[in-house]
């Protein structure tokens, strides 16, 4: 039976950095409510492929833009090819992330502007484009992925973690100016989840092990963990939700 209030039909969603991991599969995630979906990444590819074809095997409407977020105004201009490519993004959800892990004293000034640049700089700049249409049209859905590192950061990602909490920040003074918009503005910040970007460090069975030991639910989760909270989030059944920072991270932030 379909939960009216989740329905995304007749919605376009935009996910960055949605070919692959956490990304991908709140992509689909929105398509299985009915969502049209904008696939991002920095260049099409096998895996960009793969998530289109799954996305229209839902029924929706796909396709893919590519953007560089690290460049300078790489989000102004990746937003802009998005709006000429759908005219309407109803769903945003900026999700692309880089992260380098070295210690605070080692990390050079391209590796601090590049985590910055892509990680909050880009989502502002995306944002600027992408909202006044919303706003236009009364109905708007924003979600920021951040990480559990906002409230434990690791110490050997020092540059990554700030980037978040600038992310969280920016959710924070959005959500109070254009609730009155019906635009929604939420912050996602996943735990350890088994995607690719933590594939070789987690191989390790003896500091699997250590992380898991820090999480109480006593388990990595899985990317589809999140699609569930960015459904409830960027659907009308999350209408009176702004302004918040969810975690799912089994826990690993208490």
Known sequence: MELQQ????????????????????ILLGLARLGANVVVHGVRAGEAAESVLAEAKALGVEAQFVAGDLSAPQGGKACAEAVLAAVRQVDIVVLNASIQ??????????????????????????????????MKENGWGRILT?????????????LPYAASKCAQESMVRSLAVDLAPHGI??????PGVILTDRNTDALADPDYLELVKSKIPAGYCGESDDCAGVAQLLCSDAGRYITGQDIYADGGMSL
């Open 145 to 157: 992925v951040g990480s559990v590192q906002q409230k434990k950061p690791h110490p050997m990602m």
């Open 6 to 25: 989740f329905s995304l039909k007749g919605k376009t969603a935009l996910v960055t950095g949605s070919s692959r991991g956490i990304g991908r599969s």
């Open 100 to 133: 380098v892990k070295k210690a605070w004293l080692e990390q050079t000034p391209e590796d601090i502007e590049g985590q910055l640049r892509t990680n909050f700089i880009a989502s502002l700049e995306m944002l600027q484009v992408l909202v006044p249409p």
């Open 184 to 189: 929604t503005v939420n912050n996602l910040a």
